[in-house]
């Protein structure tokens, strides 16, 4: 996917669904040092997430990409003092198939792969969870790509990498104009 479609994309994702929401509503508990660790988030998990984010979203002429956002770290805080236990054990599992689905297929972990292995591999467990949520029941969980690739979309199109950078940012608005000719290929505004 390229940075036009995702950024096109993100009001859907914004406008959705997102896997932890309803934490946001009852706010975030902090949690220790000590429960962070428990879950599985190590310096190497954090690095894994920002390879995969910044292949999700990679580096451009134009902007940097997801791993400049600190995706991984993003990921960390949200799953760890956002997502339910359900919902963080499917996330941690997640990353092993991940990791377990690299090696099968190309004999090497996801941080040994070569840029067009990497995004080979997020094609097929996009694919991959994009047919799960087309036929999953309401009650099943969400994939595990699936909450990457939400957590991957708003850390960076709400950092301030991704905001000003990435979209079209005026930090000082000048009047209200409602109606601005719109040229396609133009990137989209920052609401922050």
């Known amino acids: 996917m390229n940075r036009r479609d995702a950024i096109t994309r993100v009001g859907l994702l914004v406008g959705g669904t997102v896997i932890g929401a309803e934490a946001f509503l009852s706010g975030c508990a902090r949690r220790s040092p000590k429960e962070v660790s428990s879950i599985g988030f190590s310096n190497d998990v954090v690095f894994l997430l920002d390879e995969v984010g910044e292949t999700i979203l990679p580096t ?48 090497k972990t996801f941080t040994e792969l070569s840029a067009v292995e990497k995004h080979d591999l997020i094609v097929l467990l996009d694919t991959e969870a994009k047919a799960y949520s087309k036929n999953k029941k309401k009650e099943e969980p969400t994939h595990f790509f699936s909450m990457i690739k939400q957590l991957t979309l708003w850390g960076y199109f709400t950092s301030e990498t991704g905001s000003t950078k990435a979209l079209r940012y005026v930090p000082v608005p000048g009047k209200y104009e409602g109606c601005i000719a719109y040229t396609k290929g133009d990137r989209a505004w920052s609401e922050i």
């Open 60 to 107: 451009t002429a134009s902007s940097p990409g997801a791993k400049a956002a600190g995706i991984g770290e993003f990921m960390k805080i949200i799953v760890t003092d956002c997502y339910e236990e359900k919902d963080q054990k499917i996330f941690i599992t997640g990353i092993s198939l991940l990791q377990n689905f690299s090696k099968q297929k190309f004999d």
